[in-house]
C-alpha cells in the first residue's frame, strides 16, 4: 500500500488558489468567471479524493494520530480544514457557504490551538521546524478571516485576522530563524521555503476582504514585507531547480497563488498603465506555474514514482522527513 502524506492535501488547496486567482481577474473584467468557477470545482474533487484515500490508509495503517504528532509532517493536517472555506466562500449560495465556512473555521481554531498545545507539551526539536509551520494558525486564520468576511461575517473574520497576525508574528521569527542559522532543510522540505511568501499575501487578501479593495498603510505594510520574501525567493531558484520532483511541490502552488491574487488587488487598486497585460502576464505566470505541477504529478502517479510504500508494521520510532512527500 502506498503512504499517502498530509501535503497531498497541497494539490486542492494549490488548485483552489488559483481558482481565486482567476475570479479575482474576473472581477476585474479581465478573464472570464468560468475558469475559476471550473478550477474550484476541480479543487473540490480533488480534495476528496485526496480525504478518501487519506482516509483508508490511515484505517488501514492506524496512522492517523502518529501523523497529526508527527513534528514534520504534522502541520499539513490543516490543509485538510483550509481548502473547503476558500472554495466554499466563492461558490456556494450564502447559506451553504456560511455553514461551510463557520464549520471549518472552528475546526481550523482549534486545530492551531490543538497544535500550538502540542509544540509546548511534547516539545521538538528545532531543526524540524519548517514553513510548513504557518498553515495550522497563520495561514489557516488569515484564510478563515477572508472567508468569513466573504460570507459577511465581519467582526469573525477580525478575530480569525488576530488569530493568524499573532501566529504569524510568532512563528515568522523562529522560522527564519531556524532557517537562517541552522543546518538546511532535507530535499523533501526544500519546498516549504516558498511557504515564506505566504503569510503577507494571504494577510492581505484577508485584509482587502474585511476592510475593501484600498492600499492604505496597513496593506502597504503587509505589501513591504511580501516584497521582501518574494525578492528572497530568487536567491533559492537554483537549489530549487536541483530538486526531485514530490508532492511537496504543491507547496509553490498555493504559496504563489496567494502572491499573484494579491498582486492582482494591488494593479485593481493602482490601475497601471497597461493593467490589463500585467494582468495578464501574472495569470499565466501562476497557470503555468500551477499546470506544470500537475502534469509532474499525474506523470509520477502513473509511473507509480509520486508516493513511497507504506511500512509496515507501524513504529513509533523518531519521526524523520518521510513524514512528506
Same mark, same amino acid.
Given at each position: 500500500?502506498?503512504?499517502?502524506?498530509?501535503?497531498?492535501?497541497?494539490?486542492?488547496?494549490?488548485?483552489?488558489?488559483?481558482?481565486?486567482?482567476?475570479?479575482?481577474?474576473?472581477?476585474?473584467?479581465?478573464?472570464?468567471?468560468?475558469?475559476?468557477?471550473?478550477?474550484?470545482?476541480?479543487?473540490?474533487?480533488?480534495?476528496?479524493?485526496?480525504?478518501?484515500?487519506?482516509?483508508?490508509?490511515?484505517?488501514?495503517?492506524?496512522?492517523?494520530?502518529?501523523?497529526?504528532?508527527?513534528?514534520?509532517? #504534522?502541520?499539513?493536517?490543516?490543509?485538510? @480544514? !483550509?481548502?473547503?472555506? &476558500? +472554495?466554499? %466562500?466563492?461558490?456556494?449560495? /450564502? =447559506?451553504?457557504?456560511?455553514?461551510?465556512?463557520?464549520?471549518?473555521?472552528?475546526?481550523?481554531?482549534?486545530?492551531?490551538?490543538?497544535?500550538?498545545?502540542?509544540?509546548?507539551?511534547?516539545?521538538?526539536?528545532?531543526?524540524?521546524?519548517?514553513?510548513?509551520?504557518?498553515?495550522?494558525?497563520?495561514?489557516?486564520?488569515?484564510?478563515?478571516?477572508?472567508?468569513?468576511?466573504?460570507?459577511?461575517?465581519?467582526?469573525?473574520?477580525?478575530?480569525?485576522? #488576530?488569530?493568524?497576525?499573532?501566529?504569524? @508574528? !510568532?512563528?515568522?521569527? &523562529? +522560522?527564519? %530563524?531556524?532557517?537562517?542559522? /541552522? =543546518?538546511?532543510?532535507?530535499?523533501?522540505?526544500?519546498?516549504?521555503?516558498?511557504?515564506?511568501?505566504?503569510?503577507?499575501?494571504?494577510?492581505?487578501?484577508?485584509?482587502?476582504?474585511?476592510?475593501?479593495?484600498?492600499?492604505?498603510?496597513?496593506?502597504?505594510?503587509?505589501?513591504?514585507?511580501?516584497?521582501?520574501?518574494?525578492?528572497?525567493?530568487?536567491?533559492?531558484?537554483?537549489?530549487?531547480?536541483?530538486?526531485?520532483?514530490?508532492?511537496?511541490?504543491?507547496?509553490?502552488?498555493?504559496?504563489?497563488?496567494?502572491?499573484?491574487?494579491?498582486?492582482?488587488?494591488?494593479?485593481?487598486?493602482?490601475?497601471?498603465?497597461?493593467?490589463?497585460?500585467?494582468?495578464?502576464?501574472?495569470?499565466?505566470?501562476?497557470?503555468?506555474?500551477?499546470?506544470?505541477?500537475?502534469?509532474?504529478?499525474?506523470?509520477?502517479?502513473?509511473?507509480?514514482?509520486?508516493?513511497?510504500?507504506?511500512?509496515?508494521?507501524?513504529?513509533?520510532?523518531?519521526?524523520?522527513?518521510?513524514?512528506?512527500?
Amino acid at each position: 500500500m502506498r503512504k499517502i502524506p498530509l501535503n497531498l492535501f497541497g494539490t486542492a488547496f494549490g488548485t483552489a488558489g488559483l481558482g481565486g486567482t482567476w475570479l479575482t481577474a474576473a472581477a476585474q473584467g479581465y478573464a472570464p468567471t468560468a475558469v475559476g468557477i471550473v478550477l474550484l470545482a476541480v479543487a473540490a474533487v480533488l480534495w476528496a479524493v485526496v480525504l478518501g484515500c487519506y482516509g483508508t490508509y490511515a484505517i488501514r495503517q492506524n496512522a492517523l494520530v502518529k501523523d497529526l504528532v508527527d513534528p514534520i509532517g #504534522g502541520p499539513f493536517a490543516a490543509l485538510a @480544514l !483550509i481548502t473547503p472555506m &476558500l +472554495i466554499a %466562500g466563492q461558490t456556494l449560495p /450564502r =447559506p451553504a457557504a456560511t455553514v461551510i465556512v463557520d464549520v471549518f473555521a472552528t475546526l481550523i481554531v482549534l486545530h492551531g490551538s490543538w497544535f500550538t498545545g502540542q509544540l509546548i507539551y511534547a516539545g521538538m526539536d528545532f531543526d524540524q521546524l519548517h514553513p510548513g509551520y504557518f498553515l495550522p494558525s497563520a495561514a489557516g486564520g488569515f484564510v478563515a478571516a477572508a472567508s468569513a468576511a466573504t460570507v459577511g461575517q465581519h467582526e469573525f473574520g477580525v478575530l480569525l485576522l #488576530g488569530f493568524g497576525i499573532i501566529s504569524w @508574528l !510568532i512563528l515568522g521569527s &523562529l +522560522i527564519l %530563524g531556524r532557517l537562517v542559522f /541552522r =543546518p538546511p532543510l532535507p530535499d523533501p522540505l526544500i519546498p516549504t521555503i516558498a511557504i515564506e511568501v505566504a503569510p503577507a499575501a494571504v494577510a492581505s487578501l484577508a485584509y482587502f476582504t474585511l476592510f475593501g479593495d484600498r492600499v492604505d498603510t496597513v496593506a502597504a505594510l503587509l505589501g513591504g514585507y511580501g516584497l521582501l520574501m518574494v525578492l528572497a525567493q530568487l536567491r533559492l531558484l537554483p537549489r530549487y531547480a536541483r530538486l526531485r520532483f514530490a508532492p511537496s511541490f504543491w507547496a509553490f502552488t498555493f504559496a504563489w497563488a496567494g502572491v499573484a491574487t494579491a498582486a492582482l488587488h494591488w494593479l485593481g487598486w493602482e490601475r497601471p498603465v497597461g493593467q490589463g497585460l500585467w494582468t495578464c502576464l501574472v495569470l499565466a505566470a501562476i497557470t503555468t506555474l500551477v499546470a506544470a505541477i500537475a502534469v509532474r504529478t499525474v506523470l509520477g502517479l502513473l509511473r507509480g514514482t509520486l508516493l513511497p510504500r507504506a511500512v509496515l508494521p507501524v513504529d513509533t520510532v523518531r519521526p524523520t522527513v518521510g513524514s512528506v512527500g
